[in-house]
């Protein structure tokens, strides 16, 4: 871990995860019948928000402060999405109702707005509800209730089971991927980096389990895909000084990490209409490298130089609220922020 407690290897990790989900969306992984692209797009989402849950955790056990935590996720998430939902729906499939109930965050319970364009859009809902609803107990409860991440996740575990939901995108049905993370983090110590015995045996084992849990021909095993895919973030964290925590830290895998959150919002248009058109040969030998150049073009373009702005603002909204109230308790906390454990990759959004 290098200064102010930031986890390089997260960094890879999250550019796993973004990778995994734009092979499934834009490449045939295989034959059909080995159901490969459902597989790695089942991985991919639930390393997304095992991850997520972890850094959103982290953050609030060392800063409670709701209105901070809201903004920073906010900053991080609204301004590309509501560009990327204007410029569609004004532009390329001119419909009011989808745009709104689609900006509402609301969509994967209303699935009769979703389309290509915004099919995608159901995790960043499952992101914010958590938001929503994690700052609401913090705000209630006083950050100490944290804990309730564990029988949330186990609830909705159950209710998984119960309806027979082996994946969903309803947040109820979803959430325990999510939770799952969120609960490693009430656990997390700085002190587990290098405490692994045998991690390549480790890796290997867990990304097994990750792997199975995640193929539709696994059963009932996709009910333990959250725990699956936590096993291996727990494994991650714990690998020290080791050739695969090199790999996972390096500049290119930070790179991917930093507009991993562009890269999955703009991709859907580098893959529409008429570059999802014509021969196999066409499609993925010809027209699919393009796909993937703009794609990576638009989202360095868009996190260096749109979201980018606005994570600024947002940080100097928090910099400026600390310092007209320097004496104020954080909400639910008792105490003033303390940063310097926090575990954080480069990019804490989605």
Not at 117 to 137: D, K, M, P, R, T
Not at 161 to 167: E, L, Q, V
Not at 319 to 333: E, I, T, V, Y
């Amino acid at each position: 871990m290098n200064s102010a407690g930031r986890l390089p290897v997260l960094d890879g990790l999250r550019a796993i995860s973004i990778l995994l989900v734009l092979a499934t969306h834009m490449l045939p992984e295989g034959p059909k019948i080995l159901r490969l692209n459902e597989t790695t797009g089942a991985m991919g989402m639930s390393l997304f928000f095992a991850l997520s849950g972890f850094l959103i955790v982290s953050g609030l056990r060392h800063n409670g402060d709701v209105a901070e935590f809201m903004v920073k996720r906010l900053s991080r998430v609204v301004p590309l999405a509501y560009a990327y939902i204007c410029f569609v729906f004004s532009f390329l499939y001119f419909d009011p109702k989808d745009m709104l109930w689609t900006a509402t965050f609301l969509v994967n319970y209303f699935t009769e707005y979703l389309n290509s364009y915004n099919g995608h859009f159901w995790s960043l809902c499952v992101e914010v509800q958590f938001y929503v609803a994690i700052a609401l107990v913090i705000l209630c409860l006083g950050r100490r209730s944290i804990w309730i991440v564990w029988p949330a996740c186990l609830a909705i575990t159950a209710l998984r089971i119960s309806a027979g939901a082996r994946i969903a995108i309803e947040t109820h049905l979803r959430g325990d991927e999510i939770l799952a993370g969120a609960c490693l983090a009430t656990l997390y110590q700085n002190s587990w980096s290098g405490r692994a015995k045998y991690p390549t045996l480790l890796i290997i084992v867990t990304t097994l389990l990750w792997f199975t849990s995640s193929s539709p021909y696994s059963g009932w095993c996709q009910y333990l895909r959250p725990y699956a895919t936590v096993s291996l973030l727990a494994v991650v964290l714990c690998l020290g000084d080791t050739l695969l925590a090199t790999l996972l830290a390096s500049r290119p895998m930070r790179y991917i990490a930093a507009t991993s959150y562009a890269l999955y919002v703009i991709h859907p248009l580098t893959i529409h209409g008429w570059w999802n058109e014509g021969t196999i040969f066409d499609r993925y030998m010809i027209k699919r490298p393009i796909s993937f150049a703009m794609t990576f073009a638009a989202a360095h373009v868009s996190t260096f130089y749109w979201e980018r702005p606005w994570l600024q603002a947002g940080r100097q909204w928090i910099k400026q609220r600390r310092l007209r109230h320097p004496n104020s308790d954080l909400a639910g906390s008792g105490q003033r922020p303390i940063m310097t454990n926090v575990p954080r990759s480069k990019e804490q959004g989605p």
